[in-house]
Each structure stands twice: as C-alpha cells, then as structure tokens.
DNA sequence: TTCCGAGTGATACTTGACTATCAAAACGGA
DNA sequence: TCCGTTTTGATAGTCAAGTATCACTCGGAA
C-alpha cells in the first residue's frame, strides 16, 4: 500500500507549479524548502513513479542536463538558451510535420528544439 | 606535424560514405573490415578531430545512442525508429520555425526528431 | 497507541560514453 | 635506412545520471 508523504507530496507539487521544465536538482533544491534534508535518493525514486504513473515526463535534449515536467501540459516544444543553458517552453506547433517522412515511416511523435538565446540573454549580452 | 594513417583514412571514408548517421560502435565495425585490430580509442579520438575542424556532426537524440555523420550533408533532420533504434536522415525542413519563439528569444539553430516506425519494422511488423 | 510494511536519506554502486595513460608501432623527412 | 615525432591499441579511469542497499523513520489501520 502507497503510503502519502511529505516528501512526494512536496516535489509533485514543485513540478506542477513550475511554468517550465526542471532538473533533478533543482526540483529537489526547491522542494526542500518545505521538506529539510529532502535526499535525492527519493527525487529520484518520486520522478520515476511519476514517470510510469504518467504523470510526469522526462525530456532529454541534446546539450542540457535532463528536466522533468508534469505531463498535464498542452502540446508544447522546448527552447535551450545555450548561454544560460535553460529550458523554456515553446507553446504552439508547426503544419507539415508528417510531410517530411520518407515512404513507408510512421509518426508517433516529433520534437521541435530551437537553440538560441532566451530573452534574458539576449536583452543582458 | 600531422601523419596520414590508415586508421583515419578508413573511418574518415566510412563516415563520408554512409547514408545515414553512425555511432562509434558502427563507424569501428565497418572501419575495422579495412584496418583490422583498429582500436575504440583511435574511432573517438579520430571523431573529436573531424568534429573540431568541423568536417563530421555529433548528434545527440533522446533515446537513442550518439552518432556521427559528415557536416557536408544539405540541411535536414532525423527520424528514429522506436523498434530498431536506427536513426535516418529526412531530407527538408519546414516553414514558420521562428514563429515558435516568444518575444525576445533569438533562434541559432533547430533541430526536428520524429520518432516512430521505419520504413522496414511497419513491413514487417 | 501499537505495530509492521512502506518510505527515507546517505552513500556506494552501476552504466554508458568518452578520455587519459603508456609502451609499442607507424610516419615520413633527411 | 635512420630516427625523432606522432599515432595506435589496450585498458584503466572519469564523469554524470540514476539505482541499489540498508538501517532508521514514518504512516496509518486496527
């Protein structure tokens, strides 16, 4: 039986608040302001439940550490400022997608990453 | 002063003759089938060289290992099998990318994954 | 309140991709 | 051909993300 823990309580809560895909670490760093000596151990163990739960996704993105993100959201892509190396959400998607398949592949998803600098970066440079 | 040797020459040609992206692993068999021995270490130090003066591409995708492929290729993007876990390159590219961007954010470069089933695992599936 | 299985935190371990090390072999100009 | 320099192959090491282990603590039904 799943017991209800401060802990799981605290970094779900993290992620579904965020606007925007997180770390490992930075999930823990920010759940452990209501949960002191929140481990890793367990945001690690929480995220995988979330995962399989569906509840969660982990995105991997060439040149960035891998975030994390509460499934719930709209279909959406990424941006990776490659000076700040932070992950932004793009909302929005693009026609066409399946026209770029060659004869006899199947699409089950896509992924769009635009590289680039965030406005932070680009305002601050 | 840089030598001419074999084993770059082989896995400088394997490189430039496939068709579709390699991880190290694959560019090492094939290399292999002419400089027989040829070792892991000398197909990553020969990478890093190639990619440093730019003449091959290192390509990260979620899910899928590595690969290298040569930069001298038209732009494009990938697709990934979910079965075989082959990557493929699909030719062309798609308008309206830029529109994506929320104010502010300035594109470098971007990059399109779909992921799905290739052309041999949907036959025979 | 008790009590036992589930959950936690610390930390050691694993895994995969890649790099460092070093003795031996290969280059290639003289 | 000689010979100093570069490159190679084997292998140990690194690094980061995530997992396993285990003693201790917590959750919550009875």
Redesign the interface.
């Given at each position: 039986m799943a017991y209800k823990t401060r802990q799981r309580d605290a970094i779900w809560e993290v992620i579904d608040a965020s606007a925007q895909p997180l770390t490992a670490q930075a999930i823990r760093q920010r759940a452990a302001q209501r949960v002191k000596g929140l481990g890793i151990a367990t945001v690690y163990r929480t995220l995988k439940q979330l995962v399989e739960e569906g509840q969660v996704k982990h995105?991997?993105?060439?040149?960035a550490q891998p975030h994390y993100e509460s499934s719930a959201r709209h279909h959406h892509?990424f941006?990776l400022c490659?000076k700040c190396k932070h992950v932004?959400d793009?909302m929005?998607?693009?026609r066409?997608?399946p026209?770029?398949?060659?004869?006899?592949?199947?699409?089950?998803?896509?992924?769009?990453?635009?590289?680039?600098?965030?406005?932070g970066c680009?305002?601050f440079a």
């Amino acid at each position: 039986m799943a017991y209800k823990t401060r802990q799981r309580d605290a970094i779900w809560e993290v992620i579904d608040a965020s606007a925007q895909p997180l770390t490992a670490q930075a999930i823990r760093q920010r759940a452990a302001q209501r949960v002191k000596g929140l481990g890793i151990a367990t945001v690690y163990r929480t995220l995988k439940q979330l995962v399989e739960e569906g509840q969660v996704k982990h995105i991997e993105l060439a040149g960035a550490q891998p975030h994390y993100e509460s499934s719930a959201r709209h279909h959406h892509h990424f941006f990776l400022c490659e000076k700040c190396k932070h992950v932004f959400d793009m909302m929005g998607c693009l026609r066409g997608i399946p026209n770029l398949l060659p004869k006899g592949y199947h699409m089950r998803r896509h992924e769009i990453v635009i590289y680039g600098d965030c406005a932070g970066c680009s305002t601050f440079a």
